[in-house]
Structure formats: structure tokens, C-alpha cells
């Protein structure tokens, strides 16, 4: 079993700049493929990046390309997302996900690959 613990969400004005932060616990960090997501009122979870293990092979949705970074550090055992120029539209609960299994390119950005999530947090962006 793998605990995900998030934070660093907030509320901040656009064109601003948040990092989330998504602890693991439980399981080896390495072996952990990672990945978050977000979800906004009304609306289904949906992807925004992820980055594999061991290569640290990084994707993106579109609508975050070039703003969002994702990163880990496997020695804190801790992936964040350095978000940057947030939009009103990027306001939602952000969720971390993980997963030990090994994962194809067409699946790392749907919800049901990953086994662990964490709680959430909120970001909202003010316009």
C-alpha cells in the first residue's frame, strides 16, 4: 500500500505561480510510476502530467505544456509541479497518483492506470 500526501495548493492571482508537492510513503519511491491530476466542479478528473520511473520520462496534457513542469526527487521520495502563468481555468483539485506497474504510452494519462491516490489539494486561480 502507498500513501500520497499532497500540498503547496493555494490561491493565487493569473498569471501567477504555484509548486505542489506529493510525498510517498509505503513503497519504494523508484519503483513508483507518477502522475497528477486535477479536477474542477462539475467536471470528470483529468490528466496533466506525468513522469515515469526510473528515466523520469515527463508528458504533458496540452493545456499545460509550457507552464507545468513535473519533477521527483527519489531520495525525498517527493514529485512536484512547478505550475507557472496559472490560468483561471487551471483552478481545480489537483490529485497525485501512483502506480508500480509498468506503463505504455497510451495509458499514462488515464485515471484507471494508477493504483495509490492522495486526498487533493485546492488551487484556485483569481482573475
Known amino acids: 500500500q502507498v500513501q500520497l500526501v499532497e500540498s503547496g495548493g493555494g490561491l493565487v492571482q493569473a498569471g501567477g505561480s504555484l509548486r505542489l508537492s506529493c510525498r510517498a510513503s509505503?513503497?519504494?519511491?523508484?519503483?513508483?510510476?507518477l502522475g497528477w491530476f486535477r479536477q474542477a466542479p462539475g467536471q470528470e478528473r483529468e490528466f496533466v502530467s506525468y513522469?515515469?520511473?526510473?528515466?523520469?520520462?515527463?508528458n504533458y496534457a496540452d493545456s499545460v505544456k509550457g507552464r507545468f513542469t513535473i519533477s521527483r526527487d527519489d531520495a525525498e521520495s517527493t514529485m512536484f509541479l512547478q505550475m507557472h502563468n496559472l490560468k483561471p481555468e487551471d483552478t481545480a483539485v489537483y490529485y497525485c497518483?501512483?502506480?508500480?506497474?509498468?506503463?505504455?504510452?497510451?495509458?499514462?494519462?488515464?485515471?484507471?492506470?494508477?493504483?495509490?491516490w492522495g486526498q487533493g489539494t485546492q488551487v484556485t486561480v483569481s482573475s
Open positions: 509505503g513503497r519504494a519511491f523508484v519503483s513508483l510510476a
Open positions: 497518483a501512483a502506480t508500480g506497474k509498468a506503463i505504455s504510452n497510451r495509458f499514462y494519462s488515464a485515471s484507471g492506470t494508477y493504483d495509490w
Open positions: 513522469i515515469s520511473k526510473r528515466t523520469g520520462i515527463t
